[in-house]
């Protein structure tokens, strides 16, 4: 960003036209100054059916568009009522391996309030419910079999308050790992702004919330240290919805899904152009 400043005392009727010009030519020379993040594919579900899925992606559970919320336009993803189970879309293939071993992403998400409980155990006095909303599968680099990289996840307790937490799950007995916030978010119907980042070639993780980062959640390993990470080179698989592991209370849980962005740079939370999955834009 920068200024011009004028001596509007040596100018005897400074003219409003000539004062418009100046503005705009320093508005347009202070946008010029920052590129538009480098974006491989954008769905703000607008040219998408009500009821459809996005083209590339295939779903599982009850996953639709719908146009009775949006956080831009008219549109978004909805995952209908379930007590337990994936409502979520899934991306595979080419456009995951035009990433390579770092992305950014970004999404807005919302939640229809009153959210539901943690059904408790018989024998217990709480219980939690653990969900997510973004996750990947893909080749550990560590020990070579398969995992799932959950990169945007709750935890729910008895009490109505969550923690982010970075998760990743290994077959074949390994012990889960990852990294977590305390207990102190709760579910809102207003829309949530969430970024993730991560990047092979330093074994990193960052979660930012509403612009945030969450320095809790965040992993820095270095070069070829895989233990305690195991960011993959490639993403076999991207899914975006809702699936919570334990059941919940009522009807479940109700989520939406806009906005959704995945490129190589961070993208923050302004306004992008569509690029669908294999539009070629």
């Keep these: 960003m920068f200024f011009v400043l004028i001596n509007v005392a040596r100018m005897k009727t400074p003219s409003f036209p000539l004062a418009i010009a100046l503005a705009l030519a320093v508005s347009s020379g202070a946008f010029a100054q920052t ?20 083209t590339g992606f295939t ?29 979520k879309i899934t991306l595979k293939g080419e456009p995951l391996a035009a990433l390579g071993g770092e992305h950014w992403g ?30 990947g599968t893909a080749t550990s680099p560590l020990v ?21 937490l970075f998760n990743v799950q290994p077959p074949n007995g ?18 949530t702004l969430a970024e993730w980042h991560v990047d092979n070639a330093t074994q990193s993780f960052q ?36 699936t919570n592991y334990q059941p919940a209370s009522d009807e479940g849980f109700v989520t939406w899904i806009d906005d959704l962005a995945v490129g190589k740079e961070r993208i923050g939370g ?7 999955v294999g539009s070629g834009k």
Excluded: C
């Excluded at 590129?35 to 996005?54: Q, T, W």
């Design 35 to 54: 590129p538009a993040p480098k974006v491989l594919f954008s769905e703000d579900f607008e040219n998408v059916p009500v009821g459809e899925i996005p």
């Design 59 to 87: 779903k599982t559970g009850a996953i639709g568009v719908s146009d009775d919320a949006a956080h831009s336009g008219h549109k978004s993803l909805k995952m209908a009522a379930a007590i337990k189970g994936a409502r």
């Design 106 to 135: 970004r999404l807005y998400f919302k939640v229809k309030l009153p959210a539901p409980s943690p059904v408790i155990p018989a024998g217990k006095t709480s219980g939690i419910i653990h969900s997510t909303i973004v996750d």
């Design 144 to 164: 070579n079999d398969k995992i799932d990289l959950r990169l945007l996840n709750t935890v729910l307790r008895s009490d109505g308050s969550f923690s982010y």
């Design 174 to 191: 390994r012990k889960e790992f990852g990294a977590s916030t305390k207990a102190r978010f709760h579910y809102t119907d207003e829309w």
């Design 207 to 242: 979660f930012f919330l509403n612009g945030e980062e969450l320095p809790e959640l965040a992993i820095h390993k270095g070069a070829g240290q895989f233990e305690g990470a195991e960011i993959p080179a490639v993403f076999e698989t991207l899914s975006f919805g809702f």
């Design 270 to 276: 302004g306004v992008i152009p569509n690029k669908p």
